[in-house]
């Protein structure tokens, strides 16, 4: 039977700020620069080592992103510095759940203090069921992606 553990979410990751780069100190390279919405430019520099999850914390907020490569993670976004020993991809699957834009300030820019986010009271799996959601949940991702191709490739 899987054992659930009841706590604050930074007990299970730990979320940092994204960096500042700002548009004309770029560099074209293959390292993908996340914004609040997910990649918008690559960057010839990573900030963080794969694999990583991202989310908005300005602009675009309640969009999750797994990164499989190492990563630019711009200042309008929170990413996971630390998995605490939980499956990166259960992490991925898990922050989607959220109800993100409970945590967001009401200002004319909603943002998200990860402070907030972090004593948010959440129950997480041992590793060995976090493992097995995360990988049933990556097969359907998987058949989504495939039907999707399917479906663009019978329309054009």
Request: glycine share 6%; proline share 4%.
């Amino acid at each position: 039977m899987a054992i659930w553990k009841i706590d604050e979410l930074g007990e299970f990751v730990t979320l940092k700020r994204g960096y500042d780069l700002p548009q004309q100190k770029r560099k074209n390279g293959e390292i993908p620069i996340f914004s609040s919405s997910g990649v918008t430019g690559t960057h010839n520099e990573a900030m963080v080592e794969a694999p990583g999850v991202i989310t908005g914390r300005y602009g675009t907020i309640g969009e999750v992103f797994f990164a499989e490569t190492s990563f630019w993670p711009l200042n309008t976004t929170l990413y996971v510095e630390n998995f605490h020993e939980n499956d990166e991809k259960f992490v991925y699957y898990f922050l989607k759940t959220l109800e993100w834009k409970k945590f967001a300030s009401a200002s004319a820019v909603p943002g998200i203090n990860r402070n907030t986010v972090h004593i948010e009271i959440v129950r997480f799996p041992d590793f060995e069921t976090q493992q097995k959601i995360a990988s049933v949940l990556s097969t359907i991702d998987k058949k989504i992606a495939v039907n999707k191709a399917i479906n663009d490739n019978l329309a054009a």
